[in-house]
């Protein structure tokens, strides 16, 4: 008999309609309610650990969860995490870099429409998170409209339909079909002993490209961060004509900034081997990010930054695969 801890949030799926609009009111005990008892091997436990719309969820959130889950490791097989849709794919990449070599399953989930709602999505999405949980299987993963991905890979594509979330350059792990779990992609078991490292430096800037940005906007990077994930174009090149951004973002590095270069392209990843452009580009210095999302660039960059001030050895965890974040290094 598996016994399984659910753990709430707030976000989409336990939403009301309140004087505002939806906002998450319904606690873990009444999400429970609204699932029919599968019956079929497992007891659950509940936990309401907060009630927040995803997109007030913070890194100091994502600490929480950890938290919670290492308190509770021992005394439970698997975990469910609702959570709000809209910063999930955040809030999972940050648990798999926490929440190392876990050899219980940690599955996160949540629904495009309140499970309050007559029509919805959230009582299926609940129904096969707990049945993922039950799994011999170790790792994070959003479990979402009947697919099951790694935690690392996870992105929102769309905000209104069942079929929200996509795995990027990495395969789904799983289909749930009702009773039947269907598996794409073969799990190797967690050798590794189970860690736990909450540290987060969230001096962390996200800035994407665009023809026409003033180089200038480097000069203040310095003293607000201690990273910048830049979102490039294509294969990850930087302008260095007219408006010469590389010049900055040589400074910006040689002031001790860890700059993670990245590209705007969803699928495929960079590879600054190929144009002048990217060729231009300091890579002994520049942290290359090869196939990541952003959504797991930005939660490492600060996993990495809370471990180390030393940026040579953030630049060596950030290029160095974890949860199956890098798949591919571009040749």
């Known amino acids: 008999m598996k016994k399984l801890l659910m753990i709430t949030t707030g976000g989409t799926i336990a939403s009301v ?33 907060m009630n927040l719309d995803s997109t007030n969820m913070q890194p100091e959130d994502w600490v929480t969860m950890a938290e919670a ?5 021992d005394a439970y097989d698997g975990f469910v995490i609702t959570h709000g849709t809209d910063t999930m794919a955040y809030t999972a990449a940050a648990l798999s870099y926490m929440l190392q070599n876990a050899s219980k399953p940690i599955v996160i989930t949540g629904s495009q429409i309140p499970i309050t709602f007559q029509k919805t999505d959230a009582k299926r999405n609940i129904t096969d998170a707990i049945r993922f949980a039950c799994e011999e299987i170790g790792g994070v993963y959003v479990v979402f409209d009947g697919r099951v991905i790694q935690g690392t890979r996870a992105i929102k594509l769309r905000t209104k339909s069942y079929d929200a979330f996509e795995s990027i350059n990495y395969p789904y792990i799983a289909f749930i079909h009702e009773d039947r ?34 180089p200038e ?30 010049q900055k973002i040589n400074e910006l590095v040689e002031k001790g900034v860890v700059v993670v270069i990245t590209t705007q392209c969803l699928e495929e990843g960079e590879d600054m081997t190929i144009y ?23 939660p490492k960059l600060m996993w990495a930054l809370g471990r180390s001030a030393e940026p040579k050895e953030v630049k060596r965890m950030m290029e160095t695969p974890i949860a199956d974040d890098i798949t591919i290094w571009p040749s």
């Not at 779990?181 to 190797?188: A, M, R, S």
């Not at 189970?194 to 996200?206: E, G, H, I, K, N």
């Not at 990077?221 to 951004?245: Q, W």
């Not at 002048?276 to 930005?298: D, F, K, P, W």
């Open 17 to 49: 309609e309140g004087e505002h609009g939806l906002a998450p009111a319904v606690n873990a005990n009444e999400l429970l309610n609204y699932v029919s008892d599968m019956n079929n091997g497992y007891t659950m436990e509940t936990l309401s650990l």
């Open 69 to 73: 889950v290492q308190h509770h490791y």
């Open 181 to 214: 779990i269907e598996y794409n992609k073969k799990i190797q078991s967690q050798i590794d002993s189970f860690t736990v490292d909450t540290s987060l430096c969230t001096d962390v800037l996200l800035l994407r490209l665009y023809p026409g940005l003033k």
């Open 217 to 246: 906007v480097f000069d203040v990077l310095a003293n607000m961060y201690k990273g910048v994930v830049i979102e490039s174009y294509g294969s990850g090149g930087i302008p260095f004509e007219r408006r010469d951004l590389l």
């Open 276 to 298: 002048e452009v990217g060729r231009r580009i300091n890579q002994e210095l520049i942290t290359r990010s090869s196939n990541m999302n952003t959504e797991a660039i930005v």
